[in-house]
């Protein structure tokens, strides 16, 4: 089992930042691929940005590509979504999961309970 608690969101004005957190316990994260998803009011969740195992390999949405890069730190179980440049459509819960399938865009086996970014205009 893989525990994931997602921190570091809130209210922000269009074009801020902000930096995602997501604290893994339970087993080493450093075995799992970590990916980032977001669901907005009204729609399905979507992949937004994933990170394999050593953190070489990396995968954006397109609305995702040159301002959430991803990171990790095995060593911490940690694993983050630096946002840049955010726009009001960027609002939506985000969540942070877990998985060890062949594709870094899922399927994912844990989840966390997700943390509520919004942006203003």
């Known amino acids: 089992q893989v525990q994931l608690v997602e921190s570091g969101g809130g209210l922000v004005q269009g074009g801020g930042s902000l930096r995602l957190s997501c604290a893994a316990s339970g087993r080493t994260v450093s075995n799992y691929n970590m990916g980032w998803f977001r669901q907005a009011p009204g729609k399905e969740r979507e992949f937004v940005a994933a990170?394999?195992?050593?953190?070489?390999?990396?995968q954006y949405a397109d609305s995702a590509k040159g301002r959430f890069p991803i990171s990790r730190d095995n060593a911490k179980n940690m694993v983050f979504l630096q946002m840049n440049s955010l726009k009001p459509e960027d609002t939506a819960v985000y969540y942070c999961?877990?998985?060890?399938?062949?594709?870094?865009?899922?399927?994912?086996?844990?989840w966390g309970q997700g943390t509520q970014v919004t942006v203003s205009s």
């Open positions: 990170i394999g195992m050593t953190g070489t390999i990396k």
């Open positions: 999961a877990a998985g060890r399938g062949p594709r870094l865009t899922g399927p994912y086996d844990y």
